[in-house]
Each structure stands twice: as C-alpha cells, then as structure tokens.
C-alpha cells in the first residue's frame, strides 16, 4: 500500500468514528430538549465540547504512524542528509548518494554524471524549497543549484563561476526578504539574491568558517549555528555583523 493510501485509509476511519459519535450526541441532545432541561441543556453542550476536542486529540496521537522508505523502496542511498517538499508536493531527499524526488508513489533518483545540467555533486548537504517554489540544492562538492523543473535539469554555482569561495555547502536558509543564505565549509556565509544571481559575503569576519544550519528569528534577525557556536545577525548600514548574544555570553 502507498503512502497516499494509508493517509487516505486512515482520514476515512477517522470521519467515519466522528459521524458515529456526532449522531449519537445529536439523539442524547434531542432527547434532553424535549425533556425542557434547559440548565442540563447547557451542561450536556460544555461537556460534550470537552469530550469532543479531548476524542480528536486522542484520535490525532493514535494515527501517527510512520512509513519506512529505503534503497528497497527505490532511494538511491539510505542515509538521508536533507528533506524538502516542492511546489507540487513531492518530497525531496538529499542523500550521500544522490538526490531523490517522492511523489507518494515512485522515486526518481538525480545522481551526477557529465552531462550539461546535472546534479553537481552526489553528495546532497542541504535542500530548501523557497517562497517563490523553487527548489535550491546544495551538495559536498559541487556548489550551490538551483533544479529547473521544467527541464528537469540544474543550473549550478559555483567557485567556477561565481564568487563563492568553496563548493561545499552545508546549509540554506530563505529570509523575509526572499534572499537566499548559503552556510558553506571553510568558506563563510553567504547572501545570494535570486534577482541579480549574485553572491556577497556576509561578513569578513567569519571568512573561513563553517556554516551548519541558519534561521532567522520573529524580529528579523538572522541565527548561525557554526563550529564556535551560535550567533544572532543584525542589520548595520547594511552591513551583517556576527556577535554572540550577549545575555548567553557565558554559555557559548
């Protein structure tokens, strides 16, 4: 049975119990209005609110369950480094192995070879699907790409021809304003703005570090998960100084 089955299957038991328990309370509430129970009317009504919202919540944590995909299921590799959903819905995983697109059914496998337009690297670090739907790539050893779905193929940055420094990325993060950060290994964090297809250096400061993950916070603020630990990004006369926060100074 395919994943989309199962989530199917299991929505209709759902509804199914749901229409059971609301006849049954429907005829209890009846039932009580012909009686002319008007305070016991207003009781039954908060009690079976309660009942109501505590049954979905149940309901809810006994249907999770989880689906097991594998190289026997058609991945290409069973380590799984990166995850994104497209525009369309379909899953994407980034493995060691080369990239893979779920469409609930099938996968569909990337891999690099030397044909012009393919996956970089087979190695995929990091995926981020963005507001504008597309879907960015960054792998070990090829650079940054971006997949074009129409092609089915990648246009790909680079330290051939771009100003990234190196082509191991390491994560990718989207902000308020659409623009793109590109955490590398060795090489510092970046800003890349999808308009102009150009790259700049968020600070010197950090020229040679490694980005792991990034996030940005409610006040626009942008977080930095590197090898020294974490850092919050403020705005400066549009420059991107790195601090660490100073309340937990102590515990960086």
Sequence with gaps: MSINSAMTLTLLQRLRALTSFILVAAFCFATVLMKGLRRQCVV??????????????????????????????????????????????????????????????????????????????????????????????????GGFSQYQFESETFTTYNTGNSQLPTNRIRSLHEDARGQIWVGTDGGGLWRFDPSLKEFYRATPKFADESIFSISSGNGGELWVGTRLGLFEATSDHGLIPLSRPTSWRQNL
């Design 44 to 141: 039954f009504l908060l009690g079976l609110c309660g009942v109501v919202s505590s049954a979905n919540s149940i309901a809810a944590q006994a249907d999770i369950r989880f689906n097991h995909l594998s190289r026997q299921q058609g991945l290409s590799q069973s380590f799984i480094l990166s995850i994104a959903q497209d525009k369309n819905g379909f899953m994407w995983f980034g493995s060691q192995g080369g990239l893979n697109r779920f469409d609930g059914y099938e996968v569909k496998i990337f891999t690099r070879d030397e044909s012009e337009g393919s996956l970089p690297g087979s190695m995929v670090r990091a995926l981020l699907s963005d507001s504008q739907g597309r879907l960015w790539v960054g792998t070990e050893n």
